[in-house]
Each structure stands twice: as C-alpha cells, then as structure tokens.
C-alpha cells in the first residue's frame, strides 16, 4: 500500500472540504492506511505547495507515493500542474470530490461516501492513465502560458459567466450559506443579454475551418462542465482525444432550447448551430478579446491564440 500525502483545500465547495476532513481523516486512520496532510492557504497555493512536497520526496520514495487532493477539481488541477515533470516518474494522484462542480469526478463516477472512497482505495494495485492535455496559450500581449487541464478551456459564454462569479461579491455572500451555485445561476442570465458572437478559427490535423458568429467555444476532455452540464455527451477521459464545441450565437428562444437538449438528451449536438472537432491536437484562435477559463480559473480578457495536445498522467482511482 503507497504512502499517501494529502491537500485538502478547505475552501473547496464553500467549505465542504473543511467539513467533511475530520470523518475521512478518522476513516483512514481506522484503515491502518500511512498518509501525511496539508492544508492550502490561499488561491493558487495547491500548485506550489505540491511541487515542493513532490520534490523534497526521497528518490528511492517517489515509487511508493500518491498525492490525494481533497478538494474541487480546481484542486485536482493545481496538483497535476504542481508535480508534473518534477520527478522522473510521475506521482499518481487519488481524488476525494469535495468541491462546487466535481465535474472531473462525476465523469469517473467517483464517490463522496467516505466507506466506499476507502473500500475503493484499499482495493487499488496500479494507477490508470487518464487523458489530459497540455495547452499552450498566447495573448494579445505576447505572453505565454503553459498548462495541464483535467477538465475544459472555454472562450466567450461559459468563461463569460466564469469572470462574473469569479468577482462577484454575491457569491462570497453565498457561500456563507452554502449557496455559492446560485452566483453562476444569476450571472449566466446576465450573460445570456451581454455576451457577443465573435470570430474563431480552428485548425486541426484534418480540417480547417472559420466562425464569424461563435457564441461558446469549449475544447473540453469530459462530458460536463458547469457543474453537471453534459455538454458533450461522449468525451472520456479513458479516451485519447480533444473534443472542441463551437456554437454560433442563437436566438434566446434556440439557445434555451438547445440547452434543454444538452440536460435531457444530448442531441443539441445535431443542431445546425454546433459544431464538435474530435482531434488528437489543434489550433483555436479568437478576435476580438474574449473572457476565457481553464478548469473554471478566470483567465481574463484577452485575443486568445491556444494550442492543445493530448496527454497521460497516471491517476490512483
């Protein structure tokens, strides 16, 4: 059995990660299973604080060691970005959901009950690979940025809705009566008025292809996002490839419809309006600047140039 360490963001699901700690802090201790723990501290914290966990490990220890966030998928990521490549073999990681969305979770049918998260991990003999992907993004400023994503990178309405949340003073307010969802709510209906079509273009390894009326851009490695929206029904971790939504500004009328569609059944995808690139990599360019998100971190306002590839970690679930 490996030697688990453990980030607990005890921000994660408006304090849901805090809460539920001491029960699975018990439970694994009852399971006689070897862990260590840290709590992150502030936004950002979970990347810097695993890469030096993650580098001040023994060399002959990296092999016998799992990184466990528990936490939201913002969590997941930050320790994917924290630990890559900081050692010659990769550290799996182990997940407990605990945060708002848990779409990472939910696409792996992961459990929050903490009996069955135990019987689970006990049960473990080898990590799986998961599909990931590495993006490199460029800005109108000519700044750089390199990351793994677990989840999406979304341009124009979901990263729209993303920024309003993000510093709206509301779902601070929320969150103190563990309603912070209700902020993405309230802000989507304000974006559904203000948000703009803008022009997209898209190259792949196969096709390339242009959009002057692009509404919502979302390259994404799972099914959902939003906390539970399955916005392409058929994208799967387990397999090795980037699906790209791209939907032209509707109507309200179609664009609520096309959401019903996406809830009940997924045959927005059969709508002239949205367009699904399936690529092992690809090219995404925006104009004018748009909001955009990674793994639902507001990335701000920016002419987006994005690259993507696909990737594999090794993940202890």
Same mark, same amino acid.
């Given at each position: 059995? /490996?030697?688990?360490?453990? &980030?607990?963001?005890?921000? !994660? +699901?408006? $304090?849901?990660?805090?809460?539920?700690?001491?029960? *699975? #802090?018990?439970?694994?201790?009852?399971?006689?299973?070897k862990f260590?723990?840290y709590?992150t501290e502030y936004?950002?914290?979970?990347?810097?604080?695993?890469r030096q966990?993650?580098?001040?490990?023994?060399?002959?220890?990296?092999?016998?060691?799992?990184?466990?966030?528990?936490?939201?998928?913002?969590?997941?990521?930050?320790?994917?970005?924290?630990?890559?490549?900081?050692? /010659?073999?990769?550290?799996? &990681?182990?997940?407990f959901? !605990? +945060?708002s $969305?848990?779409?990472?979770?939910?696409?792996l049918? *992961? #459990?929050?009950?903490?009996?069955?998260?135990?019987?689970?991990?006990?049960?473990i003999?080898?990590?799986?690979n998961?599909?990931i992907f590495a993006?490199?993004?460029?800005?109108?400023?000519?700044?750089?940025q390199?990351?793994?994503?677990?989840?999406?990178?979304?341009?124009?309405?979901?990263?729209?809705?993303?920024?309003?949340?993000?510093?709206?003073t509301?779902?601070?307010k929320l969150?103190r009566w563990h309603?912070?969802?209700?902020?993405?709510?309230?802000n989507l209906?304000?974006?559904?008025?203000?948000?703009?079509?803008?022009?997209?273009?898209?190259?792949?390894?196969?096709e390339?292809?242009?959009?002057?009326?692009?509404?919502?851009?979302?390259?994404t490695?799972i099914?959902?996002?939003g906390g539970?929206?399955?916005?392409?029904?058929?994208?799967?971790?387990?397999?090795?490839?980037?699906?790209?939504?791209?939907?032209?500004?509707?109507?309200?009328?179609k664009?609520?419809?096309?959401?019903?569609?996406?809830?009940?059944?997924?045959?927005?995808?059969?709508?002239?309006?949205?367009?699904?690139?399936k690529?092992?990599?690809?090219q995404?360019?925006?104009?004018p600047?748009?909001?955009?998100?990674?793994d639902?971190?507001?990335?701000?306002?920016?002419?987006?140039q994005?690259?993507a590839t696909n990737?594999?970690?090794?993940?202890?679930i």
């Amino acid at each position: 059995m /490996p030697n688990y360490t453990i &980030i607990i963001n005890p921000q !994660a +699901g408006s $304090g849901a990660a805090k809460k539920v700690w001491p029960k *699975l #802090k018990t439970a694994l201790t009852a399971a006689k299973i070897k862990f260590t723990y840290y709590f992150t501290e502030y936004s950002g914290h979970a990347t810097i604080l695993s890469r030096q966990l993650a580098q001040q490990l023994p060399a002959q220890q990296v092999s016998e060691q799992v990184f466990m966030v528990v936490g939201g998928d913002g969590t997941v990521n930050q320790v994917l970005n924290g630990i890559h490549d900081v050692t /010659p073999t990769p550290i799996p &990681i182990a997940y407990f959901p !605990a +945060g708002s $969305g848990n779409d990472f979770a939910r696409s792996l049918h *992961l #459990k929050q009950k903490i009996a069955t998260f135990i019987d689970h991990l006990i049960k473990i003999r080898q990590p799986s690979n998961l599909n990931i992907f590495a993006v490199q993004i460029k800005d109108e400023t000519g700044k750089i940025q390199q990351q793994l994503l677990i989840n999406n990178f979304g341009m124009g309405f979901d990263a729209h809705v993303v920024h309003l949340t993000e510093h709206s003073t509301l779902k601070a307010k929320l969150n103190r009566w563990h309603l912070g969802n209700l902020a993405y709510v309230i802000n989507l209906i304000s974006v559904l008025k203000n948000q703009k079509s803008f022009a997209v273009d898209v190259q792949t390894k196969q096709e390339k292809a242009h959009f002057d009326q692009a509404y919502l851009v979302t390259l994404t490695n799972i099914a959902y996002f939003g906390g539970g929206v399955p916005i392409v029904p058929t994208a799967d971790p387990h397999i090795e490839e980037l699906d790209l939504i791209i939907l032209e500004k509707p109507s309200l009328i179609k664009f609520i419809g096309l959401f019903i569609l996406m809830l009940v059944n997924g045959h927005h995808l059969n709508s002239p309006a949205v367009h699904l690139f399936k690529t092992e990599q690809l090219q995404v360019s925006c104009q004018p600047a748009q909001f955009g998100q990674m793994d639902g971190e507001d990335m701000g306002h920016h002419s987006f140039q994005l690259n993507a590839t696909n990737n594999q970690y090794p993940f202890w679930i």
